[in-house]
T-cell receptor
């Protein structure tokens, strides 16, 4: 069975600092990987996705993530965060034809 | 614009009342999903439908019911049997691609008084 673990429930960071949100998954087969962002009282928006090809994936709002098959990780990074990046971030995994499985979420809090 | 519309955005109900949350999509997606979100618990799947007139239970279906009579619509009824219905409910849809990527509505916040 697949599962997704987001290693940090909350990540506080100062504005303009770099940030990394960690995600590990377990699956014995090839998977597709996603990061979604949720602003307060809103639905989820897709930040980026890994389907195949280059392991470094660039998304919207300056975010990027790296797929590491040997470590079964898909960590999300941004070199310099803004106050507007304050939100909850969800890592998700699926396999071909399967359902999307979500992690528990990481609350990113950017402080001035 | 193509997208998913959920209504109402906020809903208050008394205990013991059934409530129905609406979800409509114009993305021509075959699959539709309902998730429940509670603080610190991520998203939990309630029901999903991969084709009209068919749906399957998710991980927490007890106390909920759905219908899928049209491709565009997937309403969720929160029944009086649901023991703790206060939550944020998210509807999503997915296309024919096999990647599992989902598109979400803005959510409906249900508060039971």
């Amino acid at each position: 069975a697949q599962s997704v673990t987001q290693l940090d429930s909350q990540v506080p960071v100062f504005e303009e600092a770099p940030v990394e949100l960690r995600c590990n998954y377990s699956s014995s087969v090839s998977v597709y990987l996603f990061w979604y962002v949720q602003y307060p009282n809103q639905g989820l928006q897709l930040l980026l996705k890994y389907l195949s090809g280059s392991t470094l994936v660039k998304g919207i709002n300056g975010f990027e993530a790296e797929f590491n098959k040997s470590q079964t990780s898909f960590h999300l990074r941004k070199p310099s965060v803004h106050i507007s990046d304050t939100a909850e971030y969800f890592c998700a995994v699926s396999r071909q034809g399967g359902k999307l499985i979500f992690g528990q979420g990481t609350e990113l809090s950017v402080k001035p | 614009d193509g997208g998913i519309t959920q209504s109402p955005k906020y809903l208050f109900r008394k205990e013991g009342q059934n409530v129905t949350l609406s979800c409509e999509q114009n993305l021509n997606h075959d699959a539709m999903y309902w998730y429940r979100q509670d603080p610190g618990q991520g998203l939990r799947l309630i029901y999903y439908s991969q084709i009209v007139n068919d749906f399957q239970k998710g991980d927490i279906a007890e106390g909920y019911s759905v219908s899928r009579e049209k491709k565009e619509s997937f309403p969720l009824t929160v029944t009086s049997a649901q023991k703790n219905p206060t939550a944020f409910y998210l509807c999503a849809s997915g296309g024919r691609g096999l990647t599992g990527e989902l598109f979400f509505g803005e959510g409906s916040r249900l508060t039971v008084l």
